[in-house]
């Protein structure tokens, strides 16, 4: 009997470190078992690659190295704790996420909101561009490789093809459905593609099968490969972005301007400075920018036409759990003149946009976050709050205008709060 058998059967593993708890996922490339450190009693998801497929043990070896690198320097990493072999398998012990990946919270029956979407992305930019700044590329983004700990942080995981090489020539590495097209190498003219690029184009594909739970292009034909899926040849080859809307019926235009900021490609009809070019346009901080800027107005039609029905109701309603308070330092308000000027510049640009709710994060408080704020001035503006019957949000009813706090006074600007010295 192995160590590692014996291990399943209830005897401790690496010199009575490590009992076993229970299965995670078991598949070609070996077993991800739950197990605890009997001294500490934390929790560790234990990765255990065949030693037996040289291919395998090259990729376990490989992804111990990366994360070698990428050390603890993220939050948004699974980190690796230790590593070490039995006769048949290369272990890893990695941080326990204990809510899952993305993928199963996509199949899941909770719905996946606007809101949740604008926290999975941020942090998954957190980690990537983390180890772009170190010069690894992941090269397998996909909702299985999304997992969320007990607090619902994300953590990149499995990085097993990743690259230091930021212009690769191996073709065809990781998950065609979230392939970026240059990664195919069907281009003749094209003897390597950029991993940052086709990382962001993965991200991209990622967030759109979160938002609608199917991913835009699947393999099909005889190669089984999406290169033979009508929309993608429309989308890649033609360069028919618009496909995406008879691909997602529901998807607004909201999302659409979000998700094409990392999905440019070239077509076949452009020459290669031109195909080069449209690829490196991808941006990954835009996406994020206007994600910001539009989550709040819903992903989809019909998330739009419910967050607009509120907006028309009497008063503005707005969700606490949705705002990320505790992290917001917000900058001081402006001159009431250039304000008003502001806000109807703002207006003029926007006509057809509407806020769901007032915004505590594009309001002009003082320089004190909404955390900073004493009991005594959260009992006076939250008393002025009933609760909804509606959704079982919060209602903005009658917050007075000038009543005092110690921090300033409250003034209210179109539905938005803020306080002044």
């Known amino acids: 009997m192995t160590h590692y058998t014996s291990y399943e059967q209830g005897k ?8 076993y ?34 291919g395998i043990c090259n990729v376990a070896r490989h992804e111990i190295k990366m994360l070698s690198k990428l050390g603890n320097g993220n939050a948004n990493i699974c980190q690796l704790v230790e590593w070490f072999e039995t006769d048949d398998f290369v ?91 240059e990664c195919f190498g069907t281009r003749p003219d094209v003897s390597e593609y950029d991993c940052k690029y086709s990382d962001y184009w993965s ?24 290169e033979a899926d009508s929309n ?34 070239g077509g076949v009809d452009d020459d290669l400075p031109s195909y080069k070019s449209k690829i490196e346009s991808r941006s990954l901080s835009k996406l994020i920018a206007t994600l910001q800027n539009n989550w709040k107005f819903g992903l989809t039609i019909d998330e739009e036409d419910e967050l607009e029905e509120l907006n028309h109701d009497d008063h503005a309603v707005f969700d606490m759990d949705d705002l990320d308070i505790e992290q ?9 003149d250039s304000l008003d000027v502001e806000r109807r510049s703002r207006k003029q640009e926007e006509p057809n946009k509407h806020s769901p709710f007032p915004s505590l994060v594009e309001s002009y408080p003082s320089s004190k976050s909404w955390c900073d704020f004493d009991e005594d001035d959260f009992e006076k503006i939250f008393d002025k709050l009933s609760v909804s019957k509606r959704n079982a949000k919060l209602r903005l009813n009658t917050i007075d205008e000038g009543m005092a706090t110690k921090h300033g006074q409250i003034h209210i600007v179109e539905n938005e709060i803020y306080t002044s010295v």
Not at 12 to 19: C, D, E
Not at 106 to 120: K, N
Not at 232 to 251: A, G, S
């Open 12 to 19: 401790l593993l690496l010199n009575g470190k490590y009992k």
């Open 21 to 54: 708890v229970s299965p995670i996922q078991e598949g070609s490339f070996g077993k991800v078992t739950l197990a605890v450190d009997v001294e500490t009693n934390t929790k560790y998801a234990m990765k255990a690659m065949y030693k037996s497929n040289p």
């Open 91 to 181: 272990i890893l012990m990695l941080e326990y996420c204990a809510n899952g990946d993305l993928y199963d919270l996509i199949h899941s029956t909770a719905q996946v909101s606007a809101v949740d979407i604008w926290h999975i992305a941020r942090e998954m930019q957190s980690g990537l561009e983390y180890a772009h700044s170190l010069g690894i590329y992941h090269r397998d983004i996909k909702p299985e490789n999304v997992l969320f700990t007990e607090y619902g942080q994300v953590k990149l995981c499995d990085w097993g093809l990743s690259t230091t090489r930021r212009y690769s020539r191996d073709f065809k590495v990781g998950s065609e459905k979230y392939m970026a097209p």
């Open 203 to 226: 991200f991209g594909v990622t967030l759109l099968t979160a938002i609608f739970g199917t991913s835009p292009f699947k393999p099909m034909g005889d190669a089984n490969t999406v």
């Open 232 to 265: 993608y040849k429309h989308f890649v080859n033609h360069q028919r972005t618009d496909v995406l809307f008879d691909i997602y019926p529901t998807m607004n235009q909201h999302c659409f301007e979000v998700v094409m900021a990392t999905l440019k490609v």
């Open 328 to 336: 917001q330092t917000l900058p001081s308000p402006p001159e009431s």
